[in-house]
C-alpha cells in the first residue's frame, strides 16, 4: 500500500491546515488509519486514528478539539483539519495505514510532510 500525503507547509499561530493522505495499490483493504508526528529531538507520536468505517476516531490530549481526522465514505483517502495551531504543531507528520492484503497484514507510512507553526 503505497501513501501520499500533502498540505504541509507554514502557518502562523491561530491558523488552520489541512493535511491529506491518500492510499493506493492493489487487494488491499484498509483497517484503520491515522496521524502521527515527530518534532526534532522527540519520540513519534500518535496524533490522531479513525477506524475502518470512520465512525470512531481517537486524539491525542495536545489537539483535542483543535484537530479533526476524517475518512469520507470510507475511501482511501485521510484527511487532517488542524486549527488553532500554534508552534508545539510543529513536526513532520506522518500518515500510516493498516491494511490486509493477498500477502497478509501490513503497516504502510507515508514519506511525511513538514508542517512549521510560527510564533
Known amino acids: 500500500v503505497q501513501l501520499v500525503e500533502s498540505g504541509g507547509g507554514l502557518v502562523q499561530a491561530g491558523g488552520s491546515l489541512r493535511l491529506s493522505c491518500a492510499a493506493s495499490?492493489?487487494?488491499?483493504?484498509?483497517?484503520?488509519m491515522g496521524w502521527y508526528r515527530q518534532a526534532p529531538g522527540k519520540s513519534r507520536e500518535l496524533v490522531a486514528g479513525i477506524t475502518s468505517g470512520g465512525s470512531d476516531t481517537v486524539y491525542a490530549n495536545s489537539v483535542k478539539g483543535r484537530f479533526t481526522i476524517s475518512r469520507p465514505n470510507a475511501n482511501n483517502t485521510m484527511y487532517l483539519q488542524m486549527n488553532n495551531m500554534g508552534p508545539g504543531d510543529t513536526a513532520v507528520y506522518y500518515c500510516?495505514?493498516?491494511?490486509?492484503?493477498?500477502?497478509?497484514?501490513?503497516?504502510?507510512w507515508g514519506q511525511g510532510t513538514q508542517v512549521t507553526v510560527s510564533s
Open positions: 500510516s495505514v493498516r491494511a490486509e492484503t493477498e500477502y497478509g497484514p501490513i503497516i504502510s
Open positions: 495499490g492493489s487487494s488491499f483493504t484498509i483497517n484503520d
